[in-house]
């Protein structure tokens, strides 16, 4: 059974950056998609960026092209996520998750992380 523990929330100021970190344990991720999300108050879920380990391909949303960078080390089996130039509008629960295919709709992903919070405020 797959489980994923994100880290490296936080409170960072507008301009500042982050690095999160999903770790994965039991499996290998190079069967999956890893992908992240994030999730407001009052929002719904949306996908930032995600990655197949296998072959490095990667996806973003639009909000975040050229700021968040994502990338894998299939050695330890974790994906990272590095966000920078953050917005206020970045805050939110980020969470990993594992699933099939390079979208970035979270029904497509199987296994979840509980999440880590991202506060952007000055």
């Known amino acids: 059974h797959l489980q994923l523990v994100e880290s490296g929330g936080g409170l960072v100021q507008p301009g500042g950056s982050l690095r999160l970190s999903c770790a994965a344990s039991?499996?290998?991720?190079?069967?999956?998609?890893i992908g992240w999300f994030r999730q407001a108050p009052g929002k719904e879920r949306e996908g930032v960026s995600c990655?197949?380990?296998?072959?490095?391909?990667?996806l973003y949303a639009d909000s975040v092209k050229g700021r968040f960078t994502i990338s894998a080390d299939n050695a330890e089996n974790t994906v990272y996520l590095q966000m920078d130039s953050l917005k206020p509008e970045d805050t939110g629960i980020y969470y990993c998750?594992?699933?099939?295919?390079?979208?970035?709709?979270?029904?497509?992903?199987?296994?979840w992380g509980q999440g880590t919070q991202v506060t952007v405020s000055s």
């Open positions: 990655i197949t380990t296998v072959d490095g391909a990667t």
């Open positions: 998750a594992a699933g099939m295919g390079l979208v970035l709709g979270p029904g497509r992903y199987n296994y």
């Open positions: 039991d499996l290998t991720l190079d069967y999956y998609s």
